[in-house]
């Protein structure tokens, strides 16, 4: 133990050495030093604090790890022998890819243009030929989301309205001010079914992802602007969707990945709580999240986002239209509000080319008032090509794609919406019920009220369960991870194919057991079980970006690039 006498000591020891200091050292000394220790505080204490504070000691050890893990095996990765065997690898599974994704019509080839042009016969042979390669059979309704409506009446429509405004861009509302006229009417007809007040405002956008970048990039600049945080933060549920992460990258915010209840699989408030800090400029909530399709407890992120001040944006792009008309559907309200109702929402997306069944590319982004709006524009007034502005992240835009939404809008009606949506509200309790009920292998993930139903097992390999429901029955279902999970958004096109889904289901789960049983859980011969082994895996997950990248290269592969490799 120090007497009293030794810390006095001491600290007079430590007063003349402060004092020594401030007077004997120069003032580039002295600056260097301070660099010196702010570096260290902010680069290296303060990001400490902040992880152990927000995921606690435990996960915090566990995230450097797995850092140090990864970093570890990316070197070793490198060396040479080694590299050419994944290389190997990847080769393989590229050419895979390709035998899977590259179906070619026989007589279309134009990886240049055409010498002369072709005869406006010739080009809708072309299409034909192209229009009927064999695919999932999605007007069957046996894939996952993907087709929202498909009706051959609603197409038609759809076709005309594009039609007549082929040219239009909405870059120039001079030259179409009918196409102004109705992206104004669709984004304040989608306002006043997120019961926005009359001082709520949008703008259209390309699709899910635009809106949810301009969200994070709005509240990122409002951030700047009013509260001067120079390092923006984004706190969302884990189960947020990837554009958020995307969001992230693009325009240089860090993501803070709050739990979930491991019981309702929405997110924990409490951690959301640990995550905030003075650098947060936006919280995320989804109704529903794609993964799981549960809903976030929105009115409790809502208290949140006004005690700290904090703009709440709701991801409504799956649940669009379906959480809107949940209510006249099922004849009861939602069990809790999740929309402009509450004082914390500050800006909803809401894809209208999911179930507002409007033509792909089409998607509404909304906001509280235009103060939050007015954050989301680009204006330039010193640009040699004019004053410009512009309030989405495209420049020009396809005019026709919005006159498209609106047209499906006024065409479907407040009945015709409410008709759809408890259809498929039916058919995806019809499969919930199949699910909690029927089949014992499998288990319902959270409680979803909505579309989207996610199911797991600790039985069976739920990833080969997948492929075998391709295989053998032509289904398309979304493959999960963490847990590894299946999901199936209900569509319009659904509601024809649900009952020989649940059969199909049950047939092929049996078939699971039975070899489970002879073999082991990981015995059935599956890719996409393989594929997501080997993501879950830390030391190999750096190989499926690359496998992801070849994915994306065999996107735009054509037969001039084939011959390039010979
Ligand atoms: C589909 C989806 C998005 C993104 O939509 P895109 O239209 O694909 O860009 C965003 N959030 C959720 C919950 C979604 O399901």
Redesign the pocket.
């Known amino acids: 133990m120090l007497s009293h006498v030794d810390i006095e000591f001491l600290l007079e020891e430590l007063r003349e050495y402060i004092a020594g200091y401030y007077f004997n050292t120069s003032i580039i000394i002295k600056f260097k030093d301070f660099l010196f220790v702010y570096t260290l505080y902010k680069y290296l204490l303060c990001p400490i604090f902040q992880n152990v504070y927000g995921y606690g000691i435990y996960r915090s050890l566990t995230f450097l790890t797995t850092y140090i893990i990864k970093k570890i095996y990316s070197i070793v990765f490198k060396l040479p022998v080694i590299r050419s065997k994944i290389e190997k690898e990847i080769k393989k599974t590229q050419a895979s890819l390709e035998s899977q994704l590259i179906i070619k019509a026989d007589h279309v080839n134009h990886s240049i243009i055409p010498d002369h042009g072709l005869s406006f016969k010739d080009v809708m042979n072309q299409l034909d030929e192209l229009d009927h390669l064999k695919s999932v059979s999605w007007k069957e309704g046996k894939i996952s989301g993907a087709v929202y409506h498909g009706g051959d009446d609603l197409i038609k429509l759809q076709t005309e309205a594009y039609h007549r405004f082929a040219v239009s861009n909405q870059l120039h509302p001079d030259a179409f001010p009918g196409v102004r006229q109705m992206e104004s009417e669709v984004v304040s007809m989608v306002l006043n079914l997120f019961n926005a007040s009359p001082e709520g405002c949008g703008t259209t956008s390309s699709?899910?992802?635009?809106s949810?970048l301009l969200a994070c990039l709005a509240a990122r600049e409002r951030g700047r602007v009013e509260k001067g945080i120079t390092e923006p933060e984004i706190v969302a549920p884990k189960t947020i969707?990837a554009?958020v992460f995307k969001a992230a990258k693009y325009f240089k915010m860090k993501l803070l990945l709050a739990d979930l209840d491991p019981k309702t699989f929405t997110v924990d408030i409490n951690h959301v709580k640990r995550l905030i800090t003075k650098n947060t400029v936006i919280l995320l909530g989804?109704a529903p999240?794609?993964p799981y399709g549960t809903v976030d407890d929105i009115p409790k992120l809502s208290n949140l986002a006004v005690r700290y001040d904090i703009p709440l944006h709701v991801?409504c792009?799956?649940g669009s239209f379906v959480v809107a008309y949940y209510e006249k559907a099922m004849k009861k309200p939602f069990p809790f509000e999740f929309d402009f109702r509450l004082p914390g929402v500050t800006s909803i997306s809401c894809?209208t080319?999911?179930y507002g069944f409007a033509p792909k590319g089409s998607?509404i982004i909304m906001y509280k008032n235009s103060d939050y709006r007015k954050y989301q524009y680009y204006i330039s007034s010193d640009w040699v090509g004019g004053l410009y502005g512009s309030p989405t992240l495209a420049g020009s835009r396809p005019g026709a794609l919005t006159v498209g939404a609106w047209a499906t809008m006024i065409h479907l009606g407040d009945d015709g919406y409410t008709e759809i949506i408890t259809d498929i509200l039916e058919n995806a309790k019809l499969l919930k019920h199949a699910i909690v009920n029927e089949i014992d292998e499998l288990d319902l993930i959270g409680d979803p009220l909505l579309s989207v139903i996610s199911f797991k097992s600790d039985v069976i390999n739920i990833h080969a369960l997948g492929d075998m429901m391709s295989k053998k029955y032509g289904w398309h279902l979304s493959s999960l991870q963490q847990p590894a999970a299946l999901h199936l958004a209900v569509t319009k096109l659904t509601n024809q194919s649900i009952l020989d889904l649940i059969n199909d289901l049950k047939k092929c789960v049996a078939e699971c057991v039975e070899i489970t049983k002879r073999e082991g859980k990981d015995s059935i011969k599956s890719d996409t079980a393989q594929l997501y082994g080997v993501a879950e895996s830390i030391s190999t997950s750096s190989v499926v970006d690359e496998l992801v990248g070849c994915f994306l290269n065999v996107m735009y592969k054509t037969d001039k690039d084939n011959f390039d490799n010979e």
């Open positions: 699709g899910g992802t635009e949810l969707h554009a989804s999240n794609f991801d792009c799956l894809d080319h999911k998607s």
